[in-house]
């Protein structure tokens, strides 16, 4: 309750009790004199009960006041909380992603067929298989790139794909530069943002870039001018 509520309270109180004092003293001027309009309970109450009645509706209008305040404070926290959630799913939203990313890493497969030779006999072996898995997958397919351009080392007898590598690659190049421009845009939260971009910028750093420089110095194909634009937005973003 407001200061000034108590006081205004506290002065009807003392008026009440006041007033029973002063109406029950012999009057002073005959026309204060009340002994003549019945019993002095009732001429009492008569006069008391507008100031009763004045502070009981004061009393009503102080508790609606309190209440829109509890209204208002109650509301503003629901909205807080609504704002709150929706930063925070935001925010999960595009982790979610980025865990989404780092997983096509882990599970990307470059697979080599290593067909059997004929021996004396002219029996043919059955062809070996192997398969490099995450990094171990970029690795071995920029190696044989890089390889085959310089004509340090040939694969003949060996079947592998390149161009699904390619795509792969460039795929989680693509999903980058795209979350993180959903980022910027979406979320509100600076230490939120902060924090995907450093995990973002870690992970392509340690993992994706310097493959990126290898192939474009090797792969021979047209669309290696998309990777190098993709690649190199990234880079303007995380230097920035």
């Keep these: 309750m407001r200061k000034q509520n108590v006081i205004i309270l506290s002065s009807g109180v003392i008026l009440i009790f006041l007033s029973l004092y002063i109406f029950t003293r012999p009057a002073i001027f005959d026309i204060w004199d009340f002994s003549d309009t019945g019993q002095i309970g009732d001429t009492i109450g008569g006069i008391t009960a507008p100031i009763i009645n004045i502070i009981g509706a004061f009393l009503v209008y102080i508790s609606f006041q309190a209440q829109i305040t509890a209204n208002r404070i109650q509301f503003k926290a629901l909205e807080d909380e609504k704002k709150s959630n929706k930063l925070n799913d935001a925010f999960n939203k595009h982790l979610s ?21 004929y021996n004396w ?113 990234i880079d303007k973003k995380f230097n920035a």
């Design 121 to 233: 006999q002219g029996a043919q072996p059955q062809p070996v298989h192997i398969t490099y898995r995450g990094v171990d997958a970029l690795n071995e397919f920029v190696l044989r790139l890089e390889d085959v351009k310089n004509k340090t080392r040939y694969y003949d007898g060996q079947v592998y794909n390149t161009y699904g590598q390619f795509l792969n690659y460039h795929f989680m190049l693509t999903a980058i530069l795209d979350l993180i421009e959903r980022i910027e845009i979406n979320l509100e939260d600076k230490l939120d943002k902060e924090y995907l971009l450093n995990n973002m910028k870690l992970f392509y750093k340690s993992f994706l870039d310097n493959f990126g420089e290898r192939m474009i110095k090797v792969y021979e194909s047209s669309s290696i001018e998309e990777l190098k634009k993709t690649k190199k937005e």
């Design 97 to 117: 992603v980025l865990e989404e990313i780092k997983s096509k890493l882990r599970d990307l497969e470059f697979i080599v067929i290593i067909k059997g030779q």
